[in-house]
């Protein structure tokens, strides 16, 4: 190697080094709400590093046509980013990160098709990427247009198992072949083996219901990350590596945290078929007993202590500017007011958590499970707004429900717990919510954020 050529790669490897190093730093930040907005910045600075030193990689070609990628890329990027609702993040990340996934595996078969010989060990680990990335990349998509509506019903039918162990292992031989080849399959057999792996994704998610979406989410970023460090190691490129291993750990860190949190094992979420279904449980007893906002506003009011659980439907209502706003009145009489997150509320990890912080609740305002579960009995009202699977205490006491030993938020120790609903009807489990019918619940029912509205009015009307 010549003394430019050398100089040139050690610029482009210490400026890959510095990009993961950013990429580690930005992770890092993002670990807490005040420094997630930095971690993005820190992280995305890598990423520019990363992309422009490339330009330098020896025998480069097609320059305009990566110059031209990163354009529309970075535009659509942008542009979705300022459109998109919260209510639509979940959805957004399902894409993006399945974008990831797909971009591995089309690193994955162009150096498959390319016809030049391998070592065998970077074609084995094409190889794991390209099935790994493909899988991500068309599950994330079924995810995504499971939570867009798009996709209304699971998939389901007899030996379904069956046929997914089937096509896994068609991938698996195919995959098997491409690599006893070592880059020379024929294009037909590489084309039918990302044909399968794709298929494979979609067969996975398809039966999973909307209720095990977030870990699914989470699952499959995790793959994403994998992919990309195998496809690092096979183009010699630290930054991939790095930065690819780092999201594989924190995605199978956070699945698992997610799966514990529902008291699930990830087998049970990818093959129970749990979540969408009409699902049985223990009959439930009582009565639901609806309450006005003027009377709710005196509950809240006039509580030494509330404690406030957002869902989903907060923020299918974009209420939390409403929410704060009451709570910040609530606050000036002298109550204490808390905000609990359990680890699955709304469609993805974080999702409440942005939604506070995007209204201005402060941090040390907002605590997770283990933190607060003990200070609902100390509680004077419990306002759940719009949760609904992670406060039902059926998880605690009945046996027969298929959420029974999911930890949940004990809202209703609370000694009163008042329900901000749209409606009657169950939560996206499918499940009766124990809750609603306990004698000191009361049902306040409407859009959150008009509930919201109604309430401030009726606490002012208190002064």
Known sequence: MSAPASFTHEVIQAAYFIAALLFIIGLKRMSSPKGARGGIVWAGVGMLIAGLITFLWPGMRNDILILVAIFLGGVAAWWSGKRVPMTAMPQMVALYNGMGGGAAAAIACQELVRGRPFAPAPVVLAAAGAIIGAVSFSGSLIAFAKLQGLISKSLRYRAQQAVNSLVLLATLFLGGWVVVLHGAAPLPVVAAFFALALLEGMLITLPIGGADMPVVISLYNA?????????????????????????????????????????????????????????????????????????????????????????????????????????????????????????????????????????????????????????????????????????????????????????????????????????????????????????????????????????????????
């Not at 749990?274 to 699902?279: H, I, N």
């Not at 990890?349 to 040390?364: F, I, R, S």
């Not at 283990?370 to 949760?387: C, H, K, Q, R, S």
Request: aromatic residues 6%.
């Open 223 to 463: 793959c994403t990350g994998l992919a990309v460090a195998f496809e690092g190691f096979v183009l010699g490129n630290a930054a991939m590596i790095i930065a690819g291993m780092v999201v594989g750990a924190a995605g199978t860190l956070l699945t698992q945290l997610m799966a514990k949190a529902m008291n699930r094992s990830l087998a049970n979420v990818l093959f129970s078929n749990f979540g969408e279904t009409a699902a049985e449980g223990g009959e439930v007893t009582g009565s639901l007993k609806p309450i006005e906002a003027p009377d709710a506003a005196v509950m809240l009011a006039y509580a030494s202590k509330v404690i406030v659980v957002p869902g989903y439907g907060m923020a299918v209502a974009q209420a939390q500017h409403k929410i704060w706003e009451l709570c910040q009145l609530l606050m000036d009489r002298g109550v204490t007011v808390r905000f609990a997150i359990h680890p699955v509320a709304g469609r993805m990890p974080g999702h409440m958590n942005v939604l506070l912080a995007e209204a201005g609740v402060p941090y040390d305002l907002i605590s997770d499970l283990d933190e607060i579960n003990a200070e609902f009995e100390t509680a004077d009202v419990a306002l759940i707004i719009g949760a609904n699977d992670v406060v039902n205490p059926a998880a605690r006491a009945d046996k027969s429900s298929p959420i029974y030993g999911m930890p949940i938020l004990n809202a209703d120790k609370a000694k009163n717990v008042i329900v901000i609903k749209r409606g009657k009807g169950a939560g996206f489990s499918g499940i009766e919510n124990a809750l609603f019918y306990l004698d000191n619940t009361r049902m306040l029912y409407g859009d959150a954020q008009k509930a919201g509205a109604e309430l401030i009015q009726a606490v002012k009307a208190l002064e």
